[in-house]
C-alpha cells in the first residue's frame, strides 16, 4: 500500500528564505505524487502534482517539486519565501499508471511558518 | 465554476442530535470524497462515490455514520447520534471520472462540527 511521511510537522523560515518541505514516498508501483497547500479557514487547494511525466515539477505561486526515485522523495521548495505561504502543506501519493482509479493517500502535513 | 461547495460551514450542536452535512460537487465530476481532519489523526478518508454509488466506506468510524449521493449534485454525510469525539473539520472534494489521480480533486472549505 502506497504512504508517505512528510517529516517535521512544522518548519520556519524567515522571508525571503529557502523553503524546504521534505515528503518522502512508498510504493511498490510507480507512483503519481501530489502537494496540496491549505490556508487557514479553507479546503486543501492543488499546488502541483508529478504523474510520470519531467521529474522536475513546477506549480503554483512559485514553488516546484523534484521527484527523486532512488530517494523515494518528492521535496517541495520555493526559492524565496513570502509571508502570504504560510499555510499548512501536505503531501499525498496514489499508484500511478493505467490500473483504474486509485485514491489518494495524504502525509499528516506540515505548517510553514514564515517570519518578517 | 463554483467550485464544491459545502454547508453549513460551521454547525454547532449537542450530544445526541442528528448532524446533516451537505455538498454539491464540480458539475461533470463523477468522483466524489468525503474526509474528516483533525489534530489527531490528519486528513482521514470517511468514504467516496463513483457516479453517485459508494465504492469505499471502509473509513466510516461507526454506524452512527452514514452518507448518500441520491444524484450527480448533491450528497450528505449524517452523523445520528453525535458525540463530542466527532469534533472535526468535514471536507468534501470531487475530482473528474477520466484519470482522477491525474487531475487531482477539488476541495470545499469545510464544515466545521462542534459537539458540545
Known amino acids: 500500500a502506497q504512504s508517505v511521511t512528510q517529516l517535521g510537522s512544522h518548519v520556519s523560515v524567515s522571508e525571503g528564505a529557502l523553503v524546504l518541505l521534505r515528503c518522502n514516498y512508498s510504493s511498490s508501483v510507480p507512483p503519481y505524487l501530489f502537494w496540496y497547500v491549505q490556508y487557514p479557514n479553507q479546503g486543501l487547494q492543488l499546488l502541483l502534482k508529478y504523474t510520470s511525466a519531467a521529474t522536475l515539477v513546477k506549480g503554483i505561486n512559485g514553488f516546484e517539486a523534484e521527484f527523486k526515485k532512488s530517494e523515494t522523495s518528492f521535496h517541495l521548495t520555493k526559492p524565496s519565501a513570502h509571508m502570504s505561504d504560510a499555510a499548512e502543506y501536505f503531501c499525498a501519493v496514489s499508484e500511478g499508471g493505467d490500473t483504474g482509479f486509485q485514491k489518494l493517500v495524504f502525509g499528516t502535513g506540515t505548517r510553514l511558518l514564515v517570519s518578517p | 465554476d463554483a467550485g464544491v461547495i459545502q454547508s453549513p460551514r460551521h454547525e454547532v450542536t449537542e450530544m445526541g442530535q442528528e448532524v446533516t452535512l451537505r455538498c454539491k460537487p464540480i458539475?461533470?465530476?463523477?468522483?466524489l470524497f468525503w474526509y474528516r481532519q483533525t489534530m489527531m489523526r490528519g486528513l482521514e478518508l470517511l468514504i467516496y462515490f463513483n457516479n453517485n454509488v459508494p465504492i469505499d466506506d471502509s473509513g466510516m468510524p461507526e454506524d452512527r455514520f452514514s452518507a448518500k449521493m441520491p444524484n450527480a449534485s448533491f450528497s450528505t454525510l449524517k452523523i445520528q447520534p453525535s458525540e463530542p469525539r466527532d469534533s472535526a473539520v468535514y471536507f468534501c472534494?470531487?475530482?473528474?471520472?477520466?484519470?482522477?489521480?491525474?487531475?487531482?480533486?477539488?476541495f470545499g472549505s469545510g464544515t466545521r462540527l462542534t459537539v458540545v
Open positions: 458539475s461533470g465530476h463523477d468522483y
Open positions: 472534494a470531487s475530482s473528474e471520472d477520466r484519470g482522477p489521480t491525474n487531475y487531482g480533486y477539488t
